[in-house]
């Protein structure tokens, strides 16, 4: 079964064997991801197909390399293929004229292929990780994923039984040897995989042959059905033939290095990656079942002897923490309201002030959030940190902050915020885009030789003055951390009860 990984450790040995060490060009192609789940089908050293939701990547140069962090979807039909001819061209321009060295291109396909796991299995439910490396650039990719993957939070073993002494792979396997990653021989890879490892990594075949992934044609895919059957393929550069004939649920295009020379020369059609995303996912994404969405958190126990006891306090630290961990935005919060006619609505703002008085934030007092506000001075803010398994909720009644507090606000805004906030009249109904961008660019040329923008009446801030916190940490099991504050008078003075609720 030229091709399968092998259903024996000896086979394993000997398809890495039959593995060449290109001397020149950077050819390579998917190191694939399992996520073993017991089976019958699954014996000792058989990487072979296993069950869904089994996950396999394949990792290539310009072929099939991986990164997942994207959740843009590019029709697959209009997306270019490569053959294996222009995949090798592709590497020789890439590593000739255009000066990218192996260990640059190797980096990056290991990068995608750690961050290819990491979006679709997190570490808190998939931590252990067994990458098997080829001697060539491919296993190199798989062990510049175990590195990353170590650094994600995971716990990565790697099987590399044919190492070459090259300075290059050398250097990966001190790299990983000073992380303490156990290095496995094919002899002591476990009977059943599935029962020592939530996910395998195939990085045994580079595309410079016909044989990727293992068992694939390079160009014509599994042609005899004995190839494996994988979830998950990650594409560098550009997919290959072969990935027509990929038939699961996660195709995802990676490296996001590719010049326009080459794009124009090969006529490439490439999705756009989003912000700053690695990667961008090809085709549909599979349907899921919603209710089997679920986070298992772990986190450090948030314990009431720990925490701080005025409330105001204890939202600083956390506040201080999702800043240290570069979250996006941690300073967005829901904001719901009612009006008199007890209908709720939430909507997201950002905060702009917290202090002894309260949580502030600046809108539009002519909104609809204004107008409930208007007649119900009561509101509940909402802040989730999901990096941190974090969120906090407070209550309590509003009121607008001073007009010279707006004021000053208004003018520290960049100039286009100020002219935006005079042209919305937040929550109207508008023809359309235009009309807003026609309004500003009048406002743009009346203010140009203005240097202060008048801050209009109908915009500027508000105050919640808190009557209750509550600090929730995500924990496994759903057996969460809830602790909630409470004003409540001692000795004449206001002080904050701490009590502890059911998850």
């Not at 990491?118 to 998939?126: G, R």
Request: proline share 8%; with cysteine.
């Amino acid at each position: 079964m030229r091709g399968v990984l092998g259903k024996s450790r000896k086979m394993i040995c000997s398809l890495l064997s039959q593995a060449p060490v290109s001397p020149a060009y950077y050819y390579r192609s998917s190191p694939s991801i399992y996520k073993p789940k017991p089976s019958n089908r699954f014996s000792w050293g058989f990487l072979a197909p296993i069950p869904s939701p089994a996950i396999r990547v394949f990792c290539s140069k310009p072929g099939e390399v991986g990164g997942l962090m994207a959740s843009s979807v590019q029709n697959q039909g209009s997306i270019s293929y490569l053959t294996q001819r222009e995949a090798a061209e592709v590497d020789e321009t890439l590593m000739g004229p255009l000066g990218f060295s192996v260990d640059q291109l190797m980096e990056l396909a290991g990068l995608s292929v750690a961050t290819s796991i990491n979006e679709v299995y997190k570490p808190s439910e998939y931590n252990r990780v067994l990458a098997i490396c080829g001697p060539g650039n491919n296993g190199g990719d798989g062990l510049v994923a175990a590195r990353h993957l170590y650094h994600f939070g995971y716990k990565p073993f790697v099987c590399y039984p044919k190492r070459t002494q090259k300075p290059l792979y050398s250097g990966l396997v001190t790299q990983l040897e000073s992380l303490s990653i156990p290095f496995l021989s094919v002899d002591e890879l476990p009977m059943d995989l599935s029962k020592d490892f939530d996910i395998l990594v195939d990085a045994m075949f580079g595309f410079s042959f016909h044989d990727i992934p293992s068992g694939w044609h390079v160009e014509e895919g599994d042609v005899g059905g004995d190839g494996i059957k994988p979830d998950m393929l990650v594409s560098l550069t550009a997919p290959k033939l072969c990935a027509k004939k990929f038939s699961g649920p996660h195709h995802f295009l990676g490296g996001r290095f590719v010049p326009p020379a080459i794009a124009e020369k090969y006529k490439l059609q490439l999705p756009q990656y989003p912000g700053i995303s690695m990667c961008v996912r090809i085709g549909k994404p599979p349907q899921i079942d919603i209710s089997s969405l679920r986070e298992n958190y772990i986190s450090p126990e948030f314990l009431e002897e720990q925490v701080e006891a005025d409330p105001l306090d204890q939202f600083r630290k956390w506040f201080d923490d999702a800043m240290a961990a570069n979250l996006k935005e941690p300073n967005a919060m829901a904001l719901s309201t009612t009006g008199k006619d007890g209908k709720p609505s939430s909507r997201m703002v950002l905060l702009k002030g917290v202090d002894k008085d309260g949580f502030v934030w600046f809108t539009n007092y002519e909104s609809q959030k204004a107008r409930q506000l208007s007649e119900n001075p009561h509101a509940a803010l909402l802040f989730y940190w999901d990096g941190l398994n974090r969120q906090v909720r407070v209550e309590g009644s509003v009121e607008k902050v001073s007009d010279e507090e707006s004021e000053q606000y208004f003018h520290s805004r960049p100039r286009g915020s100020q002219l935006g906030a005079i042209v919305s009249k937040q929550s109207t109904v508008i023809p359309g885009r235009h009309v807003l961008h026609q309004q500003y660019k009048e406002l743009e040329e009346k203010y140009s030789k203005e240097s202060l923008i008048p801050k209009p009446k109908y915009w500027g801030g508000y105050r919640l003055k808190p009557e209750r916190f509550e600090f929730w940490q995500g924990q496994p099991s759903r057996l969460h951390d809830r602790l909630e504050y409470s004003p409540q008078e001692t000795d004449g003075k206001r002080v904050w009860k701490i009590v502890r609720l059911a998850p």
